[in-house]
Each structure stands twice: as structure tokens, then as C-alpha cells.
């Protein structure tokens, strides 16, 4: 089909109906509202912006700039950013009281921002460098907890902080990389830390400052528990098959 140039708001209501504009000459100049809609898969070659929606299915935004929100989104299944061929790099900022039923996943992008108001199941993610995110960071949040099916790499975006807010279960074996020079960024784990099950998965984490306070392995013990920094390092009570902490500068223990 032909590309779609819209200069005010977009809204679609389709019930579970599925939702297909990929043409990468879209633009939609305006906020992005989905009443209602099922499986939908969209390009907009500018910036989204996003209002109140509700999707039953798969969400897939392809942009041409940065995604923000006005309103919560709710998705039931899988949700995927990525940014057309001509744009190398895109901030993600959704911070509202989102619920995102399946995975989530981000290609490209050089800041991220998410929250959930239940379990957020994240799959790798690797920040580019890029000019348009002034800070970039991962920073989840979720109500309940923050599900880690892959590695967290921030070494190459700006500032390179790492936040989970939110207890965070490890899925598989997950490296999480915030830098490993006098730039690299501070990991911040402020809930507990568990396997997602009684096989114990390996947790490497690789930065400046980290600070994991709360409780490790107390439901589902780690497997091999890395920590690795340039800067200060603490944490809490640990039950893993094996612990090693390296750091150019002190490191203390909670309990």
C-alpha cells in the first residue's frame, strides 16, 4: 500500500482486528492511539509519540526518531522496537504505568526507559552510541518483578547507568556490562536477585559503581555470581554456587 501522512492525531479502533502499515514513507505527526486493536506491526518515519492503547496481541513499532508517551500502553504479547535502515540510533521512554504481557525487545537504541505495573520479561539489549539520547541509560521498572532473558550492555551509549528497579529474576545466563574503563557506568539492582527456577543461572556484572542491596539467591540460588567494577561495590546477603568480586576500590557487605 502507499504511505500515510497524517497531520493530526492517528487513532485506530479495530478490535482484535490486526494492524499492518510498514511502509517506510509514514508519517505520522501527531500522537499514535490504539482504542483497540489486535497483532499490529507499524513504521512511522519520524518520531512516535504514543496515547492511551490497548493492544490484544503483538506490538512491532519501526521509527524514524525517538518513542515517547502521553498515555499507558497495554500490550498482551510480544512488543518489538527497531528504527528504519536510514536512522542509526533512537531514545525509548516509556515510563508510565505500562503493562507489556510478553516479551519486550529493542534493537538500535541508544537510551531506554520501560515500566511495568506487573512482571516485565526484557530480552537482550544492547545500547548503540548515538547523539539523540543525552543520557544513555537502561532504566526498567516493574511492579512485580523484571525478568532477564539475555545480556544488558550499556558500554557504548553516553552516560552507561543501568537501573532495575523491581525485583529481577535471571532467566539464563546474563552478562550485565555498564563499562570497564574510568567512563563506566553505575548498576543498580535495588530488589532481589534469584534464577527464575531451581536450575541456578550464572550473573557476570561488569561497571563503575554497583550496588546490589537486596537479597541474592534466597529463593532460587545464582549459579556463578561475578562482579566486576571501578568503583564501589555492595551488596547483601548472597546464596550462589560460587561468588568473585573484583574492584579497583572497596567493596562492602550489608549483612
Known amino acids: 500500500t502507499g504511505a500515510l501522512d497524517v497531520a493530526g492525531n492517528t487513532t485506530f479502533n479495530t478490535g482484535t482486528g490486526i494492524i499492518t502499515l510498514d511502509n517506510t514513507g509514514n508519517s505520522f505527526t501527531k500522537d499514535l492511539i490504539f482504542t483497540s486493536a489486535g497483532?499490529?506491526?507499524?513504521?512511522?518515519s519520524s518520531l512516535i509519540r504514543l496515547g492511551t492503547s490497548t493492544i490484544t496481541g503483538g506490538l512491532k513499532l519501526t521509527t524514524g526518531g525517538n518513542i515517547s508517551q502521553i498515555g499507558v500502553v497495554?500490550?498482551?504479547?510480544?512488543t518489538e522496537f527497531n528504527s528504519i535502515s536510514t536512522v542509526n540510533d533512537y531514545e525509548i521512554d516509556l515510563g508510565l504505568n505500562n503493562d507489556f504481557g510478553g516479551l519486550v525487545k529493542?534493537?538500535?537504541v541508544s537510551s531506554l526507559k520501560l515500566k511495568d505495573i506487573n512482571d516485565l520479561s526484557l530480552d537482550a539489549i544492547t545500547l548503540v552510541a548515538g547523539a539523540v539520547a543525552p543520557n544513555g541509560n537502561i532504566d526498567v521498572t516493574a511492579t512485580d518483578k523484571i525478568?532477564?532473558?539475555g545480556n544488558l550492555d550499556s558500554s557504548a551509549a553516553t552516560t552507561k547507568n543501568i537501573t532495575l528497579n523491581g525485583n529481577v529474576e535471571i532467566a539464563s545466563n546474563t552478562v550485565v556490562n555498564a563499562g570497564t574503563d574510568a567512563t563506566a557506568g553505575t548498576i543498580s539492582f535495588t530488589?532481589?536477585?534469584?534464577?527464575n527456577d531451581a536450575?541456578?543461572?550464572?550473573?557476570?556484572?561488569?561497571?563503575?559503581?554497583?550496588?546490589?542491596?537486596?537479597?541474592v539467591g534466597a529463593l532460587h540460588k545464582l549459579g556463578d555470581f561475578e562482579i566486576n567494577s571501578s568503583?564501589?561495590?555492595t551488596f547483601a546477603n548472597i546464596t550462589a554456587k560460587s561468588f568473585d568480586v573484583s574492584t579497583t576500590n572497596c567493596f562492602t557487605a550489608l549483612n
Open 231 to 233: 568503583g564501589v561495590v
Open 39 to 44: 497483532t499490529t506491526s507499524l513504521t512511522d
Open 191 to 195: 530488589g532481589t536477585k534469584n534464577s
Open 74 to 78: 497495554k500490550v498482551s504479547g510480544i
Open 147 to 149: 525478568i532477564l532473558n
Open 199 to 215: 536450575t541456578a543461572k550464572n550473573l557476570t556484572l561488569t561497571g563503575g559503581t554497583i550496588d546490589v542491596t537486596g537479597n
Open 106 to 108: 529493542a534493537t538500535k
